[in-house]
C-alpha cells in the first residue's frame, strides 16, 4: 500500500494539512464524527473547548485503534465547531499536533456549525483512515 502526501504549489501553503492525500488499496476506515462524551455518555470538559477538543481526540484514537489503525494512517479529518472564532484554532492545532503525523498530515477541513445535537458539545470530529 502507498499512501502520498501532496501540497501542489498553486496552492496556499498548508499549516498542519495536506491539501491532496492518495492511497493506493489498503481497507479503508470512516470513523463517525467523536465528541467529548465518556464511556458513561458523559460531556467531559463542559463550557472548555480545548479539553473537549483533548478528550475527542482520545476518542478517536480509541476508535480507530478497535479497527486496527492509528492516527498515522488517518488520511482526511474533518472539524466541525459551534461558533467558530479565529482564537479557537490554535488550541485545535496544538493537540492535533500531540496526534497527527507531521510529516504527513492529513488532508483537513474545518467547519463552523451554529450548533451540534447536543447543547454542551462544542467541537465534533470524523476522520477516514487507511491501512494495510
Partial sequence: ????????????????????VTATAGKSIYVSGQVSVNEKAEVVGKGDFRAQVEHTFENLKAALAAAGATFRDVVKVTYFV?????EMVPHIREVRRKHLDPAN??????????ALVVPDWLIEIEVIAVVE
Wanted: aromatic share 8%; no cysteine; net charge positive.
Fill in 1 to 20: 500500500m502507498s499512501k502520498q502526501f501532496f501540497n501542489p504549489p498553486a496552492l496556499n501553503p498548508a499549516n498542519g494539512f495536506s491539501h491532496v
Fill in 82 to 86: 459551534v461558533d467558530l472564532k479565529p
Fill in 105 to 114: 498530515p492529513p488532508a483537513s477541513s474545518l467547519v463552523g456549525v451554529a
